[in-house]
Structures are given as C-alpha cells and as structure tokens.
C-alpha cells in the first residue's frame, strides 16, 4: 500500500487543497452539459496539478510505480520511466539493472554486472544518455587497442542520487539528437523540488560467489542530504557514495577466434584435408558447407576488486518566484582491477583428426592435432587488468518567468571523462609462460563447456613445474577523454486561448573532444626466452579446472585435463625483469608514448520549435505536438600514425610488424547537417484508454573508429597475412525513419496495460568493406625464397619448427636474430622480412562505408502492470518481438560481407512484488533472446560471434522495523545463470562464462 507523508507547510494548507481538488470533482455529477471530452480534461489537469504538489511525497514500490505510469501517461510520444520508491532508495543498486525492467529495454552485463543497454534491439552506441538533459561525456578502456564506443558505461554512476530515469523511445524536437533507439534522460536530486530537510544514510554487506577460491566480501556506503531554508528560496542537496566490491568470473573459450569461416571445398591454410587425404575426417563437410576450425582453446580464472566512490552538490536559489538558479557538481570514480590466470593450446592445423555435424551450416564435435615431430606447447598466461574511470561535470541552470505566459531558461555545462590505466604495468599487461612437452592435444564441443584433452610427453598425464619456461610479454596501455562544452537555450510559450496551447523553441551549442590512445611494449619471445631452470619451481601452483566451471554443463567430463599452473603476476613480473631486462629493471614495464592516438572534435549547432496542441476528436480529448529540428555537424579528426618498417616471424605462427619510432599526424575534415521533424500524437478515445501514434526522424552518430583520421596496422599477423583498419570522418550519420502505434488502458492505481508497434527505417549503416592491400611495402619472411630453399631441402612434409632451424642454421645472418634455445633445443628468436626476396605482406584492410541498403526494424511491445487493490501484491510482466531485414544469414557464403545488426533480440521481465505494512518485497525474471554480438570474432575473421538466449532472475527485500530504520537483503543472479557466446554454429564456441550469485544485506535510515 502506498504511503503519502504530508509535512508542516502542508499541513497547514492542506483544508485548501483538498477544497480545490473536491470542487473539481463533483462537477461532473453536478453539470449534467458537460461533454466527456471537458470531464478528462478536468481530471487530466487535476492530476497534473496534485503532481505539482511538491510536498507530497509517495513511498514505496506502489508509489514509485505510480509516478511512472504517470510519467508514461501524460507524457507526448511513448515514454517509459522508473522513479526512486523514496529519496535516496532506487529499485536497484545498479541503474542498469533497473532499466532492463523496462519495456524493450536489454542489457549487456560487463563481468556480470549490468553496465550499457541495448533498446528495441539497437545496442549501447545507438542510445544517448543525458543527465538532467545534458550530453554526457563517455569513455571506456579497450584492451588491445584505442576505444572508439561511445557507449554510456551504467556501472560508473551509483544509484542512490537518482530521483527518475525517463526512456523516450520516440524523437521529439526539443529532445538531444543522438539515440535511433532511445534518449535515456537521468534525472538527479533537486531540493527545491522536495522542500524541507531530509537525509538517508545506508550500508551494506556484499557477499559475492563469483570469487574463484572463496567468497568475496564487499561493502557500500551510500547518504543523501537535503535541505531548504524555511522561506524555501534556498536549497542545498548533497550525495554520497562508495563501494568496494570483490567478485571473479571463469570463462573458457577461443580468445584468438577461428580460422574461417570456410567452405567444405577450401584448401586454405586451417581448413580441413581434401580428398583423398581427409581419412581422419569424420563426416566431412560438403563443398557448400559452412564450417570454422578452432585457433586456439583457453581457459582463465579471473578475481575482480572494484572500488567506486560517487558524490554530487546541487545548490538552488529561487529569489523571487519567478526565477530560479541552479548550480550542481557531480564526480565518479570508478577503479577496477582484475587478476587472471589462463591455460590455453593452439593449433597449427597440421595432423589434424576431427568430426563434425550435419551442414549446412556445421560445427565441430571434437577438432584434435596430432605432433609427430617437435612437440609444441602448453601455455600458462597470466595478466593484470587495471583502469580507473574518472567523471567531471559542472553545470549551471537559470529558469525565469517573465510573464504568466512565457519561461525561459539556460542551461550550460562542462563536463569530461576519463579512463586511463591503474597499473605501473598498464591498462591491460599479460605475461605467458609454457611447458613445450605436448604431442597431442584435442577439444570436444559436444555439450555446453570445451572439453580439452592433453596427452603429454613420456605418457604423462600431469603439469610438471620444473618444465616451464617464460614466453612472451605485452604491456598495453589504454586512454581514454572526452570533454564536453554545451550551452541551451529554450522556451516556452503558453496561449489563453485557441487550440495551440503553447509554442516550445531552443537552441544548442556541443563541443565534444575525444581522445583515445593506446600503446603496447610487446616481446614476441612465445617460443621461450630461457631455460625452465631461469624460475623457481615454488612460482607455480597446481589448481584444477573442472571446480571452476562446476556450473556449465560437461565441466566434469572424465577426458578433461584437469590441471593448470597458476602463479602471482607482480612476483613473476619482478623475475622476468630481473633475470631479462623485460622492464629495463625499474619495474614500470608499460609506456606512456602512444603510438596510437586519435584526437576527433565534433562541433554542432541545432535549433528546434515544436507546437502544442488541444482539441477534441468527436468528443474525445486530443493532443497533438509538431516539432522541427535542425543539426549542423562539423567534424575534424587527427590521428597519429605508426611507421612501420619491416616485420618478423617470431615463433611457428608468430609474426609481428617492426615500428620505427616515426610518428606524423594526418587530418580529416568531415561534416554533415540535418532537418529532423518529430510529430506526436495522442487521444484519449475512453476515460482510461490513450491511443498514440508517432512519426519521427532521429540520427546516431558514427563510431569514433568509424571517422578516425589514420590507418592502424595491427602488430601480429599470421602465415595468411596481416589485418588493419582506417576510417573515414565524412561519415554520414545512421539516420532513422520512424513510426510508433500504441495503445494504453490504466484501468486502476498503479495498473495498466499497452500493447505498441515500432517501425524503424534505417539508412545510412555503416558496414565494414574489406579490402586486400600492402601497406608501406611490407614483406612477410614466410613463402620466400629462403622458406623454399627449406622447404626443398627438408622435404615437402617438413614442419614449421625445422623450417625455421634450417633458416636460422643456413641464412644470412643479417636477416636472422637468434635469442636463445628452447627447453627442446630449437633455437629461437627472429627472421626478419627481407624486400626483394620476401612476398609482399597482404592485409585485409577493414574501411568503413555507408552503406546504401535502407533497414527495416520493427516490432511489438506489450505490458502489463498490476497491483491487486490493497493486498500488497502485484507484478509487472512485458514482453518485446524485434525483427526486421537486418539479421544475420549464417548460411551465406564465407566471403559475402553481410549488413546486420548487432544487438537485435526479443526480452521479456516477469517482476512480482508485495508492498504493505513496510514490508516490501521484489522477484524479477529477465530474459534475452539469441543476439548477434559482432561480426567479427576476436581474431579479426568473419565467424560472427551470437550472444545465446540468457536468463536471470534477482530478488530483494526490505522491512521497516523502527521508526526510520529499514533492514533489506537483495539477491542477484540468485540461480547463478552463465553466458554463453557461439558461431554460426553452436559447437562453434566463442566464449561461455561462469559468474555467480551476488548477495547484499544492509540498513538504512531516513530521518
């Protein structure tokens, strides 16, 4: 049941508002001549104004629902919302988490944590996050290489300052352009909204089993004050926050992607043996088949500790009535680290036994390689992940009245965000270690978890430490800023009379400046740097694999090798540095020299009117808003190139391009404009029932990758050549044609039902070309004259390890580096490319294009909210059907570069909740379909990369106990649900990760 609480300044003027609202009410029994179109109006306004009553305040899960359902109710376009349950006390601790709630609403979870959402099947860069209507500046850290999303990251921003988020899934003249999916609008605390002194203080316990060897234990700190003098002109509203978290993950998979896609006719390198050599091939695919063969497997056990720390202060002055400034500075600090420990083989696709599915489409059953010659390794790969996210915003807003008719206002802010490493190693450093002593070695995709089989030199069946040796190194440095300058200006005018009610106008000014860098210190010494005698037995430890993953279905099968040396990063860090120099013996092994660097300014001006209107429809209220955007978009874009100068084959299937240290920026101009018109309708055909429809044009601005200034060359690159990628800043914006019908009944308090039809077309998308190049002139050293005079000489069957012996023994010594010998006895080190006697070195360049092809989307929502009168019972159920032309064909032939959307799925929530005696208590179950994730694989290849259908279902519970006390528990993830992402084919396995439940109990006090 909700709650109302009436303070003092109400108290005393309640006899008068009560009178006003009953002398609205009785009029319809009293004025027989009053039409029903007069009768809603009244009620509509009179529900409108008892909103306005500040005072008021509505608690509970009851009361927030019915705030929102308000908030979708009058609102012009097709608007959902989630509002706080009380000052301070959001639905969820993470604001993602709580907007999947909403209709059309998904999530993707970042280390099983709620952080971008995807809407109506556009993914996290199709959706524009404001702040009290500001654009906020984004950043986010990429592992190996510069970021270029422009994603809002939800797990930055602490929900306790929240008061509301409103989802506009329709455009609208006076909204920011950004969004094709939605325009998300997070509204903070305002005293002079809520008068009156209040404050809350919370804590929490979190209990989290996601930890890989024990329980991780964390806690929150959240308090909220605000105040306002008595003759409320003045208000000062302060938020707070901190968390420190610990959690883990495990996931296994093929972290270097796939080699393919091919058909069942290709002889390229990683496919499978032709007739008649295909004996060890059981059920091979057809010539018309689609299939992929694995390039690596890898299994890693990750820890995580975050730590978050939020805080803002809003100060309002309102020093006559008809005029108020506000002022507010917002910060976050988001600090995570991550430690993991991985186990992974790779195939050389040599002696190769598999099975496979039925086509067309196929998958593996079990891939397994055979080592006659040399045997090849077991890695053991270590790394430590550190970034810290930093938030700014400062901003100023003035509303003034001059007359009864007319507000204007001005709004300005300046805000950044950052994200840079934590680490004197990095933002992403990893180190490997092996044990070369593997003569064969297979994975079984038949159930849900890869199965990988090992068989060990001399039969053993057992990881030995006194064999492993340190291989290579890479110490990646990411950064990330974004800086943005706004200012807006807007009105509103409101007629006495006539069918437009009011006229709203404005004018914008952005400047947005991103800067995403990146550099990596990389030693490419993966076939060893030393003999196994350079590190101390006691480094390592011994763990088994099948515990990690006891929640994925085949984890425990008995051909599992079931062990994995684990050992500390800094520790083993410290002794590659001192016993090889890896880090110039000063400990700081990463650089701060990016030799990447992208540095774009979008600068746009918009101006919009839009009109309001009132009349009525044979008697039935009708309301109709048209509106008129204009955008101009002026885009520069630098980036500064690496200089490459010349390559190098490293290990059997490691090359790797030399940089020198020259570096030059190149410019690129762009630029695009824009009419936008928007046109909301809506009428109220019975008392309850509202129908809509909307027309609108929205845009979504390219990839930061998309409009980069340079070409990025890609260091590593395989026996088949390198990849690389440019961009293009005269990009034309993603642009949208839309059209929403829908249809709502608000039968009773806090319940209703709605059933909506979107139609989106969408042109404009941008799609990777891929086109065969060589850049800078480049050679490979692998298929030159030096490979063949080896291979001639040892024999058409010769292995790549004695292809490489015979060079480094018999080539000139000007184009060979040897660095050591391997715990076989193979030399290693490099063979350089040599110009002139080398092949030219073929990159598959992926340049971005706007594409000519216009996409259709569409769909249905449908949503039921109840509350069962004043039991304290309720439930909220949606469902959301996305589809349209752009899905991905997984029968389409390997070289056909399809145009789909990622991020396209159904969802569905099924939310029960009980409310009364200050009892409350939550359970959601939150379902996604099957969507496409990327295109592209890790590896770089086409072997498009699905997200699998996932479900999750969290609860909580709180209970007032005391006057102001409130004690709550919250379960997340409560049946401990995975992720798992596949191929075209399910056996073809990208990634299936492990989490856990999440578990938080804590206290509260309001006063």
Known sequence: MSCISIGRPVAASFPFILAAVMSAAPVHAQDSDQTEAERQEEEREAALAFEELDEIVVTGIRGSLQRAMDTKRYARGVVDAITAEDMGKFPDTNLAESLQRITGVSIDRTNGEG??????????????????????????????????????????????????????????????????????????????????????????????????????????????????????????????????????????????????????????????????????????????????????MNYNINDIDRTRINGQVTLQWQPVDNLTATVDFTYAEFEIETRRNDMSIWFNHGNTTSAWTDGPVVGPLFYAERFDGAPTDLSFGGGLFASRNENNSLGGNIEWKPTSNLTLELDAHSSSASSKQDSPFGSNAVLGTASFNVVGQGVNFEEAFPVISIDLLNDSNEVDPSQIVVTGNSFRNSFMRNEIDQAQFSGQYEFDTGIVKSINFGAAYLDSRVRSAFANVQDDTWGGKGPASDVPDDMFSITTVSDKFSNIEGSDNPDLFNQMAVWNFEEMIALVDQTYGTCGGNGVCRSDDFTTDRRTQEESISFYAEANAEFDILDMPSFLTVGLRYEDTDVTSRALVPIPTGTQWVAENEFGIIFSDERDFTELKGGYDNFLPAIDFSMDVMRDVVFRASFSQTLTRPSLNAIQGGQELNQLFRVDGGTASRGDPNLLPFKSDNLDFSAEYYYAEASFFSVGYFHKNVKNFISQDVVQETPFDLVTPFGGERFEAAQAALGPDATTTEIRQYIFNNADPSTVEITGVDANGNLTGSIFGVPGEDPALVFDVFAPVNNEQTATVRGWEIALQHAFGESGFGFIANYTSVGGDVDFDVTAPPEEVQFALEGLSDSANLIGFYDKDGFQARVAYNWRGKFLASRFDPGGSRNAMFTEGFTQVDANVSYDFADGWTVLAEGINIFNSNQRVSGRHENILHFVTQTGARYNFGLRYKF
Not at 147 to 159: E, H, K, P, Q, T
Not at 160 to 176: L, Q
Not at 207 to 219: A, E, F, K, Q, V
Not at 261 to 268: H, M
Request: net charge negative; hydrophobic share 30%.
């Open 115 to 296: 952080s971008r959402v995807t809407v109506r099947g556009f993914g996290p860069d199709f959706n524009l996050v404001t702040f009290n209507g500001r654009q906020m500046p984004v950043s986010s850290i990429a592992d190996t290489g510069a970021s270029g999303s422009r994603s809002f990251d939800f797990a930055n921003i602490a929900s306790e300052g929240v008061a509301a988020v409103n989802v506009y899934k329709t455009g609208r003249a006076s909204i920011p352009l950004g969004g094709l999916g939605s325009t998300i609008d997070v509204r903070t605390t305002r005293p002079l909204e809520n008068p009156g002194m209040k404050a809350t203080f919370g804590s929490k316990i979190v209990l989290d089993n996601s930890r890989i060897d024990d329980t991780g234990i964390g806690s929150e700190f959240s308090g909220l004050y605000s105040n306002t003098t008595e003759d409320g002109k003045f208000g000062i509203a302060l938020t707070g926050s901190f968390q420190d978290r610990e959690s883990g993950f495990a996931q296994a998979g093929a972290t270097s992607g796939w080699r393919g896609p091919f058909r069942g006719d290709s002889n390229d390198w990683g496919a499978l043996p032709q007739p008649p050599n295909n004996q060890q091939v059981t059920n091979p695919p057809g010539p018309d088949d689609i299939f992929a063969t694995p390039q690596n």
